[in-house]
């Protein structure tokens, strides 16, 4: 065997090894006292979604145990101490546990302790997820008001993942049903945004959606609808000129860097258009604008996810719900939906690795 052979099969073993290795996602916990335990045993009781990958769960095994017994769920996960967890490990789903943090099991509503171990869940997922020990990261519900008594740096998962992977650039997205929705602002008072709607933050949503759609759903060229903020589209300025003086110039810019993006269009008739399949991504203007269609097409699934990141993260679209947690009814539909998504999104970001790490060697 010649030398350049040889180096063409060793090549071509590490690849087809790489791509045999499986998946690994990583959930974190949340608020030990919402929901989280309890939805995540039940999403990954479900054999159709665990058998797409490994998981690691990054939270305690006593709330997990508790969640199980309470659902009449034989536990089906193994253990570890959080500082051993590790990519190959022999379960397919293990619990590193942080049995070192004291959360009473039994009261209810936000608390300081709930809101540390929170933190330190998603700390260390973050930074897995950075090292490669895991391929995606799922987020169960956090509190805000917890983690604010932990004195978190942080308002919440969103702003501590772009800080923790230093990331300029970020931005909620939402995939429900037929629909994946990005914002362009998020928790801002309708009276306010006029102050801060500007052409870089319609710019910013197109542009990280459209590498989002490409680089996690496998679309080559996708087409996104911007929405327009006033009714009517504002008819030529009659009911307000965002759309002539920030709206139109944003999508201006995206199309001459090579993004496929139109609008601005009335959003009463666009999100109909693009549950129909005419669209393959939307940039909402605010936060109800794009919410309001996500959970009425798709209340139960619809799952959130931040783009712009170098790590995969989805979450489910919802909260807490401390009024319901440790009564065994919370609904596990969205954290199914969120981990079905992470592994599909792991997956496609892998696939365009190899396929691009072929075409290198294919020209060498």
């Known amino acids: 065997m010649t030398e350049n052979n040889h180096k063409n099969s060793t090549s071509a073993k590490a690849t087809a090894d790489k791509h045999d290795e499986p998946i690994v996602i990583g959930i974190t916990m949340g608020e030990p006292l919402g929901i989280g335990p309890e939805i995540i045993v039940k999403a990954l009781y479900d054999p159709f979604v665990r058998r797409g990958a490994k998981f690691i769960i990054f939270g305690m095994d006593e709330f997990l145990e508790y969640a199980a017994d309470l659902t009449e769920i034989e536990p089906f996960w193994g253990r570890c101490q959080h500082e051993k967890i590790s990519r190959d490990c022999p379960h397919n789903i293990i619990v590193a546990d942080y049995d070192d943090y004291s959360v009473p099991l039994f009261t209810k509503g936000p608390s300081k302790a709930g809101g540390e171990a929170s933190l330190r869940f998603c700390s260390d997922a973050i930074n897995a997820a950075k090292a490669g020990i895991i391929d995606a990261v799922v987020t169960a519900p956090i509190s805000k008001t917890s983690w ?117 269009y009335p959003a009463d008739t666009l999100f109909v258009k693009a549950a129909a399949g005419k669209y393959d991504g939307v940039v909402a203007m605010y936060h109800d604008q794009g919410m309001i269609p996500v959970k009425l097409l798709a209340f139960r ?64």
């Not at 006033?230 to 002539?244: I, L, S, T, V």
């Not at 919802?318 to 997956?347: C, N, P, Q, W, Y």
Request: proline fraction near 6%; charge should be neutral.
């Open 301 to 364: 699934d619809a799952v959130n996810v931040t783009i712009g990141l170098p790590i995969i993260r989805t979450s489910p679209a919802h909260g807490t719900a401390f009024d319901i947690a440790g009564k065994g009814v919370a609904d596990e539909s969205s954290m199914r939906a969120a981990i079905k998504l992470a592994v599909e999104m792991a997956k496609t970001r892998k696939q365009n690795a190899e396929f691009k790490i072929q075409n290198i060697e294919a020209k060498k």
């Open 148 to 264: 604010k008594e932990a004195g978190a740096e942080w308002p919440g998962h969103t702003e501590m993942l772009a800080a923790m992977c230093k990331s300029p650039r970020k931005a909620m997205m939402f995939a429900a049903g037929p629909l994946k929705i990005a914002l362009a602002t998020i928790h801002e008072s309708l009276f306010d945004l006029r102050n801060k709607f500007t052409i870089g933050c319609v710019y910013e949503p197109i542009d990280l959606l459209n590498t989002a759609l490409q680089e996690f759903f496998g679309i080559k060229n996708p087409h996104i609808a911007v929405a327009a903020l006033n009714p009517h589209a504002g008819e030529e300025g009659q009911f307000g000129d965002e759309e002539q003086r920030i709206i139109s110039p944003a999508i201006l810019i995206a199309q001459e860097m090579g993004i496929k993006c139109s609008g601005p």
